[in-house]
């Protein structure tokens, strides 16, 4: 049974930061690739940050690149997201997916097979 619980989110001002969490109860962690992906209210679930299974690959949303960096913990089976200098703009459901078919990061949400129930994050201007 795979889980993933997301964490960490809330309201903030725009410059502001906040750090996701997400828990993985997923057998061989460490294998796999893990994406962070978000919907805005209105809007289609896109893509945010992804990392390969040993944390030396990442890609980024050209949205978030250079403010978001996402890391995982594998003894711990945690992935992170860390978000600097929040906009309005990044006011999403943030769901973090594991790839359980490939430890190497994609962008494509197809590819991900397992989703946690999304953490809300809300940034005022």
């Known amino acids: 049974q795979v889980q993933l619980v997301e964490s960490g989110g809330g309201l903030v001002q725009a410059g502001a930061s906040l750090r996701l969490s997400c828990a993985a109860s997923?057998?061989?962690?460490?294998?796999?690739?893990m994406g962070w992906f978000r919907q805005a209210q209105g809007k289609e679930r896109e893509f945010v940050a992804a990392?390969?299974?040993?944390?030396?690959?990442?890609y980024y949303a050209d949205s978030v690149k250079g403010r978001f960096t996402i890391s995982r913990d594998n003894a711990k089976n945690m992935v992170y997201l860390q978000m600097n200098s929040l906009r309005p703009e990044d006011t999403a459901v943030y769901y973090c997916a594991v790839d359980s078919d490939s430890g190497y990061p994609v962008r494509q949400q197809s590819a991900y097979d397992y989703w946690g129930q999304g953490t809300q994050v809300t940034v005022s201007s």
């Open positions: 990392i390969s299974w040993t944390g030396g690959t990442t």
């Open positions: 997923v057998r061989t962690f460490s294998r796999y690739a």
